[in-house]
């Protein structure tokens, strides 16, 4: 079984500050990692991915994250907040095979103070 | 095109009502889902289709009723729904081209706002 742990409900950082958002996985063999924003009544939209290759990966709206196959973790970071930025985060995992089947983490809250 | 649509955007009926949702997508995406969300939860995958045909069924209530009419659409149908039902249904997207390959992102429309009475 595959799944996501997002260790932190919410995450509070000042507007200029570089932010973090915890994600650390659990699967059978090579993961495909993912992140996904979610702002209000709205649906998901795709940030940036893991597949294979350079542990670091660079996605929308000036977000990376980092690929640590050691820690399993994935964490997502951006130099410097927005306000803007503020919004769900979701975490999710996939593993290869014949399903389309997505894990998501519960989410992490994060909250830009201007 | 690369936008998943989806209707009505918000919708209330009763538990004896039948209801349909809809999505659309023209992007040539081959893998379409239905996922529900609770508020401050993660979405949760209901079904899965794949090339048009159910690839995954998570254990749904049969109140519930997906079809796939063809590689652009996607409905579910709604029947004898209970309040704890009530929930955002986000319907999704993703290119699949190969037997197997799970590491394309999925594309996700704004959802159905759904109050069940």
């Known amino acids: 079984a595959q799944s996501v742990a997002q260790p932190e409900d919410q995450v509070n950082v000042a507007e200029g500050n570089p932010l973090t958002v915890k994600c650390t996985y659990s699967v059978s063999g090579n993961p495909y990692l993912f992140w996904y924003v979610q702002y209000p009544n709205r649906g998901l939209q795709f940030l940036l991915k893991?597949?294979?290759?350079?542990?670091l990966v660079k996605g929308s709206y000036g977000f990376e994250a980092e690929f640590n196959k050691s820690q399993t973790s994935f964490h997502l970071k951006k130099p410097s907040a927005l306000v803007s930025d503020s919004a769900l985060y979701f975490c999710?995992?996939?593993?290869?095979?014949?399903?389309?089947?997505?894990?998501f983490g519960i989410g992490t809250k994060l909250q830009v103070i201007p | 095109d690369t936008e998943v649509t989806q209707t009505p955007k918000h919708l209330v009926m009763g538990m004896t009502n039948k209801k349909s949702l809809k999505c659309e997508q023209h992007m040539g995406h081959r893998a379409m889902y239905w996922y529900k969300q609770k508020a401050k939860k993660p979405p949760e995958l209901m079904f899965v289709y794949s090339y048009e045909k159910l690839s995954i069924n998570e254990s749904v209530p049969s109140r519930f009723s997906p079809e796939c009419p063809n590689s652009s659409l996607l409905n579910l149908h709604l029947h004898a729904l209970q309040p704890e039902d009530s929930a955002l249904y986000l319907c999704?997207?993703?290119?699949?081209?190969?037997?197997?390959?799970?590491?394309?992102?999925?594309?996700f429309g704004p959802g159905t706002r759904l109050t069940v009475l």
């Open positions: 999710a995992v996939s593993a290869p095979g014949g399903y389309q089947k997505v894990t």
């Open positions: 999704a997207s993703s290119l699949k081209r190969v037997a197997g390959d799970s590491y394309n992102e999925q594309f």
């Open positions: 893991y597949i294979t290759g350079d542990n």
